[in-house]
Structure formats: structure tokens, C-alpha cells
T-cell receptor
Framework: DGGITQSPKYLFRKEGQNVTLSCEQN?????MYWYRQDPGQGLRLIYYSQIVNDFQKGDIAEGYSVSREKKESFPLTVTSAQKNPTAFYLC??????????FGSGTRLTVV | GENVEQHPSTLSVQEGDSAVIKCTYSDSASNYFPWYKQELGKGPQLIIDIRSNVGEKKDQRIAVTLNKTAKHFSLHITETQPEDSAVYFCAAYTTGGGSQGNLIFGKGTKLSVKP
């Protein structure tokens, strides 16, 4: 079955540590996105990529980095510069002018 | 850039009643409007969508209406059931502004259906 897979489901980060969240899709979608969701809040766009080897900052890119070396993969790194990283992270993919398919999310907690 | 306002932020209905969630958008060029349902701890799932050349679309108990002149669209759920309880997000596809060619989401509506 085609879909979008995020891993891990739960992730714990120590202060000052970088962590990488994985997002893989086998839908042959060109565009991929990363969102952050805080409790009871909406979706805030971190980064997006509409084509391989190209990506743009979203509304809250500071403290995050991404790469898009393959069409299927769009990993997100939460760096130590992100001072409040505890949140639910959602990855999505789409083709142009259509709805997004979301992954099941990664819950990141700072310990 | 595009801005999407969603109301209400919370909605509580009795099982069997109808629920209506409304969204307004600012970019008159927006041409695609999906609705998502997010259950606790899960990713949002597309439940229905509408394009700007259509005024209404229905799928069983859910329907979406679009008024392009007023730039608003609504989600209607009839005969609500407890399993409809979730957070619902509206979105509008924008082709310009800071996030060119992306969906802009509303802030969500938490729907509670009481048995």
C-alpha cells in the first residue's frame, strides 16, 4: 500500500542535542512538508520542498534544518538552536494543487 | 498572503444533531479547499474537498459548501456520532504569497459529540 511513514513515533532529546525525524513516502509525490503542532494548536509550517534538491523555509524554520536528496525522503533535524522543541511533528506529501497526505506523526519531548 | 479563519474553535453537540464549521479565506485566487479530521495522537486525514468550480459536495453524512463571492466555505456533518469527535481543520490552496503553491490551514475546531 502507498503511504507516508514517519519514524520514530516517540523521540526524547536531551538539552543541546540534535535529533533527526524521518519521513518517507512511496506515493510518488513531488512535494513534501514538515509541520509542528503544539497541544491544542493548529499546524505551523516549518519547511517544504516541491522538488528534489530544493526546499524553502516556512513560517517557523529557525532551529530546524532539512534535506531533500531523494524524492521519497524528507528528514527534519531539530537542532540545539531550537529552544522549545517539545511538540508533535507531522510530515505530509502532495502533488501540485491537491490535498496533502499526512504521516502519523512523531512526538518529540525534551528530557 | 493567504489567511484562513476558522470558527468555532470548539463545538459540542448531542449525538444525532448536526454540526457546522465555517472558514473564510482572503486570497480570491484560491481554488481548492480540503477538510481534514485529526483524531488524538494521529495525523490529519482528508475527509472531503471542494474545488472553486463547484458550489457544494456531499459524501454520506458530510458535505461542504463554497461561496466564492463571500470567500467562505463550510463543513456540515449530519446525524453526528461519538466517533465524529475529533479536531477538524479547513484549508485553502494558495498559489501566491510567502508559501507559494501550498495549503494554508485554519486553526482547527475541536468537535465533541455527546452520547
Amino acid at each position: 500500500d502507498g503511504g507516508i511513514t514517519q519514524s520514530p513515533k516517540y523521540l526524547f532529546r536531551k538539552e543541546g542535542q540534535n535529533v533527526t525525524l524521518s519521513c518517507e513516502q512511496n506515493l510518488n509525490h513531488d512535494a513534501m512538508y514538515w509541520y509542528r503542532q503544539d497541544p491544542g494548536q493548529g499546524l505551523r509550517l516549518i519547511y517544504y520542498s516541491q522538488i528534489v534538491n530544493d526546499f524553502q523555509k516556512g513560517d517557523i524554520a529557525e532551529g530546524y534544518s532539512v534535506s531533500r536528496e531523494k524524492k521519497e525522503s524528507f528528514p527534519l533535524t531539530v537542532t540545539s538552536a531550537q529552544k522549545n522543541p517539545t511538540a508533535f511533528y507531522l510530515c505530509a506529501s502532495s502533488i501540485v494543487d491537491t490535498g496533502y497526505t499526512f504521516g502519523s506523526g512523531t512526538r518529540l519531548t525534551v528530557v | 498572503g493567504e489567511n484562513v479563519e476558522q470558527h468555532p474553535s470548539t463545538l459540542s453537540v448531542q449525538e444525532g444533531d448536526s454540526a457546522v464549521i465555517k472558514c473564510t479565506y482572503s486570497d480570491s485566487a484560491s481554488n481548492y479547499f480540503p477538510w481534514y479530521k485529526q483524531e488524538l495522537g494521529k495525523g490529519p486525514q482528508l475527509i472531503i474537498d471542494i474545488r472553486s468550480n463547484v458550489g457544494e459536495k456531499k459524501d454520506q453524512r458530510i458535505a461542504v459548501t463554497l461561496n466564492k463571492t463571500a470567500k467562505h466555505f463550510s463543513l456540515h456533518i449530519t446525524e453526528t456520532q461519538p466517533e465524529d469527535s475529533a479536531v477538524y481543520f479547513c484549508a485553502a490552496y494558495t498559489t501566491g504569497g510567502g508559501s507559494q503553491g501550498n495549503l494554508i490551514f485554519g486553526k482547527g475546531t475541536k468537535l465533541s459529540v455527546k452520547p
